[in-house]
């Protein structure tokens, strides 16, 4: 059975490594965009406009993880059990997912994350994403329906921590 306090170290950790990579982006496009060479010797020359708007994007990136990282922070660790409603910080697992041990933890951000802990796989959902929604006030033994793409899911809630 997985921990959520280990879960969510795990998360912050991998979140603090992509912000710092994240500084480090956004650091190196601000010094290309103020750099001697990205003066624009012709009216065509936008390497410096380039850079810049780089250098902003990857700020708001730095942001982003920023925040994210706030909300793993400030999030409670609840323990949830067959008579719970699934909400933010639920673990999640369907029938079909029993046998390879995944889980789903639906966490405020990081949408997409995988890892492995005590031998279980988990992926990160967000309740916006189609299974976040589809499991979002559901119960243990509930049925679930997912549109993903073209594709229709239909499985059951087996477990829920």
């Known amino acids: 059975m997985p921990n959520k306090k280990q879960l969510i170290e795990l998360v912050i950790t991998a979140l603090t490594q992509e912000l710092q990579q994240a500084i480090d982006a956004a650091n190196d496009a601000h010094a290309a965009a103020i750099d001697d ?11 410096a406009i380039e850079a810049s708007y780089l250098a902003e994007g990857l700020s708001r990136r730095v942001a982003e993880f920023q925040q994210s990282i706030e909300a793993y922070k400030a999030l409670d660790i609840i323990e949830f059990n067959s008579n719970s409603h699934i909400t933010l910080g639920a673990l999640v697992q369907l029938s079909a997912d ?6 789903f933890f639906i966490g405020p951000a990081a949408g ?3 890892c492995q ?14 299974m976040g929604t589809a499991l979002i006030g559901k119960q243990q033994d509930d049925d679930i329906t997912i549109m993903l793409g073209a594709n229709k899911l239909e499985d059951y809630i087996t477990e829920l921590k």
């Open 112 to 114: 997409g994350f995988r």
């Open 98 to 103: 029993f046998k390879t041990h995944h889980w």
């Open 37 to 47: 060479q990205s003066v624009a010797e012709t009216q065509y020359d936008t390497l």
């Open 117 to 130: 802990l005590a031998e279980q796989n988990i992926t990160i959902i967000t309740p916006q994403s189609p």
